[in-house]
């Protein structure tokens, strides 16, 4: 294989659900992948004569076709390095079918990297790489090429956790998971015209000599949402994701989800923007003037209690973030906040440094969404579901034991943790998820505080309720305080 030069480009070129032709691409350093030059752009697809293709629907005929770009896609990948997902088969044939159709030169690769072959392997990589979306179709279409980039990236950042050394060419400092790809390649054989659509290898197909053995679920769930909705409503086995944090915006962001506890199966949504508000209950001063007619907390109140109000509750930051600033806009509006079952918080989870607890962040968990902040809970929500999958190829292998005692549909899960068997109890009126059963095992105890009375430090437990009010300990706390102040007359005397 030719050397790889200073410069590489991702791209990608298909058929969009819309009837037109998605590009994008973009020109990457291969030391860093620091990205250089971007573009993208939708077309008209054309016939043998140059002129827009007939199927072309009727609302897009006053889209440009090809002709108009190719200039700049000529510059971003002629005589580079190509990367991406089902080149070989498919973009690369169309890309030359429609500069063929509109009479230009075609730009011609020094080399590609096809992701099929990597992804195919098997290996505890490429299974990550899917998780991560690569080579997954985006709702955007022309956002492939940059959801293989961020993919690749966030694949390079998950070598440490699969305990994987650096590799690099001798000789040369290329990045390293451009090092890993190159070695699935095998030599290309350019599909034809014809093959471009519909020839790319789908990931579920088994592989030759190789077979992936399905997962087994350790619930099987109704099939009809009516099914799963009369379920979880017998068995109360409901937990919420919910997040509430002031957005770039300024205004408030409130996202809420409601899933079953065992199979963590969709129920409900809510989400919303509102106003934060004074202590009077109106709108904050603060608010800018374009979003005054947004509504405040007490139009959706009803909503939330309803959602939140003795459930389970999971999220980020939930603690010290989200529950206070609820708990604050409700006394604003004069309302009674809605209370938690149990809160259960993936802070100290991803902050634990366990392998699984590093790949959760890299799948989003604790991140921001891209755009909207009122949909930071159904990314929280994804990223649990994606660590559920990734748990076999961490080597994270599931077994159920039953206690004595205990009927088998309550057993205990023990998970191998990285070698380490460590005891999950399960809930004996609901089995958890197992996600939700891990993040459980890393919540923190009561708060130690320490006290300084007088010069004198002191260490005092206090057992803190959900909502920061103290339980016990005030009466020890005044009984410190007397005798301080007497030895202190002592003293004086």
């Not at 070598?159 to 050394?165: A, Y």
Request: aromatic share 8%; with cysteine.
């Amino acid at each position: 294989m030719p050397e790889l030069g200073k410069l590489v480009a991702f791209f990608d070129f298909k058929d969009g659900r819309d009837g037109l032709l998605h590009f994008s691409g973009m020109t990457a350093c291969s030391e860093t992948l620091s990205v250089i030059t971007r573009h993208r752009f939708c077309v008209q697809a054309t016939d043998n004569t140059g002129k827009p293709a007939s199927t072309t629907p009727a609302r897009d005929k006053n889209k440009p076709t090809l002709d108009r770009y190719y200039k700049s896609v000529y510059f971003i990948l002629h005589d580079k390095f190509w990367i991406g997902h089902g080149l070989v088969n498919s973009d690369w044939a169309k890309l030359e079918e429609e500069f063929n159709h509109i009479g230009k030169p075609s730009p011609k690769p020094k080399g590609i990297i096809d992701t099929v072959p990597f992804i195919s392997s098997g290996t505890k990589l490429a299974q990550l790489a899917v998780l991560f979306g690569l080579g997954e179709p985006s709702l955007g279409y022309y956002n492939n090429c940059e959801e293989n980039y961020d993919a690749i990236k966030q694949c390079r950042d998950a070598m440490p956790i699969l305990d994987m050394e650096k590799e690099k060419d001798m000789g040369s400092n290329i990045y390293p998971m451009i090092s890993h790809l190159r070695k699935f390649q095998q030599p290309p054989e350019k599909a034809t015209t014809k093959s471009a659509r519909g020839s790319e290898p789908r990931k579920s197909q088994k592989l030759e000599g190789k077979e992936n053995p399905p997962r087994k679920s350790l619930a099987e769930s109704p099939s009809s949402l009516e099914e799963r909705l009369l379920v979880a409503m017998k068995r109360e086995d409901r937990v919420t994701f919910f997040d509430f944090k002031k957005g770039s915006n300024g205004l408030l962001h409130f996202g809420g989800m409601e899933v079953t506890s065992k199979t963590l199966e969709f129920i409900t949504e809510t989400r919303f923007c509102v106003q934060a508000t004074q202590i009077n209950g109106r709108p904050a001063r603060n608010t800018p003037a374009w979003l005054k007619n947004e509504p405040t907390l007490s139009e959706s109140y009803n909503r939330v209690y309803y959602m939140l109000h003795n459930k389970t509750w999971i999220g980020h930051d939930l603690r010290k973030s989200d529950f206070p600033m609820l708990e604050k806009e409700c006394k604003h509006i004069g309302k009674s906040p809605p209370r938690p079952k149990e809160i259960i918080d993936t802070v100290p989870f991803i902050s634990s440094g366990s392998k699984l607890g590093k790949l959760a962040v890299l799948l989003g968990l604790g991140k921001p969404a891209a755009r909207l902040d009122c949909r930071n809970c159904q990314v929280n929500y994804n990223a649990i579901k994606k660590c559920r999958d990734a748990m076999p190829i961490l080597d994270v292998s599931l077994l159920y034991k039953a206690q004595k005692g205990t009927e088998i549909r309550n057993p205990l899960l023990f998970v191998l943790f990285f070698g380490l068997q460590v005891e999950i109890e399960q809930d004996k009126e609901s089995n958890m998820h197992p996600m939700i059963s891990l993040i459980k095992k890393y919540q923190q105890p009561p708060e130690e505080e320490t006290s300084i009375l007088f010069g004198h430090e002191e260490e005092t437990t206090k057992r803190k309720s959900p909502q920061g009010k103290v339980k016990d300990g005030g009466v020890r706390k005044s009984l410190r305080l007397k005798e301080a102040s007497q030895r202190l007359k002592k003293k004086s005397m």
